[in-house]
């Protein structure tokens, strides 16, 4: 059976869900300019993802994946969240649950939101939220393919979420530099540099800092976590992805498989399609809203 496109089957179907998960990819926030990679305008249609985006690149050419990614991270610093972020962000709020899906258990309540995004957007949404729902909200965001924010040293292993900038002096005006141009190992960002000044929870051994995203060939965060939610979803809403990428990709099928159902938003058709029960075609920021209204 094709999938249906009525508004309100689909909201009959949220407010009888217990257990609800959003699956975000790119589309999410194409609307507030971040690009996506594999849509028009794509970061991979221009950009070769082995050379940017493995542990091999990185290890290779520090300096140019820092100069891929810190400009990137800029751009996410600037960016606002747009209404989808919101509407997603406003589930968080009682008021709104109480409203579209008043059947959601109270341990699945505000609805999980597993994001391959890296753009934090979708926590600096809930910043509009009331303090109290805030904090609980943001532990229901994963994000599985981590964040342009965080970053981990090489050497010891610790993380740290900043959203400072920038990271090292010689990346102030990365996106200006020459292609050919390579920041000696020394001048990128380093554990315990300058930019940690006041912190002593972290470490402090001057290794060097890579971003805390997750790179083809190593496993998503998250993943145990992930796997038992998906276990008991009786309905996944995936919004804004062409679902190619591994795992995400088949978030789909596990919660088809297991009885649940499937709804996808996106601005054409995607791979998800053959797993939806509910497709809504178009940008997010305006069908998202209309659907969780
Ligand atoms: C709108 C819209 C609007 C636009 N409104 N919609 C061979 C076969 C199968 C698998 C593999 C294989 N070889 C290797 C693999 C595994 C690999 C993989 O899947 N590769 C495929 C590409 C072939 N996966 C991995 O390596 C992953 N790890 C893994 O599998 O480990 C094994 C393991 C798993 C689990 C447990 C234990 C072990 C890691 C994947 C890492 C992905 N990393 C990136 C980069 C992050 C950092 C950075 O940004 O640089 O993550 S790649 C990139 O793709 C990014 C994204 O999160 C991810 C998904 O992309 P997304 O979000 O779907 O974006 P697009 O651009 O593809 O689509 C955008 C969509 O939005 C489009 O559909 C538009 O229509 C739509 N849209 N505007 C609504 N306004
Ligand atoms: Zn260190």
Redesign the pocket.
Known sequence: MPPSSDIETFQKSLASSTKVIIL?????S??SGIA?????G???LTNN?LE??TPEAFEKDPSRVWR??HP?RDRCLQAEPNA?HHAIAALALPTTLARVAPSLKPDSAPPLLIT???DSLSLRALEALPPDVREAAAERVLE???S?FVTRCTSCQATRRSYETPLSPALADAAALEDDCVIPVSELPRCGGPQWAGSNRYGRCGGLLR?D????????KH?GEIARQLNWCDLLIV???????????GFAKTVKTRGGKVAV??????S?DEDADFLFL????E?LPRALG
């Open positions: 975000a990819g790119a589309g999410l194409a609307a996506t990679y594999r849509g028009e794509g970061l991979w993802p940017l985006s891929f990614y990137r989808a391959q995004n890296f599985m393919h981590g342009a971003p995203v997750v790179w083809f060939g190593e496993i998503p993943m919004v804004g992805t062409s679902s190619l990428v591994q795992p995400a990709a938003f996106n601005l054409g058709r995607s998800g178009g940008p997010c920021e069908t």
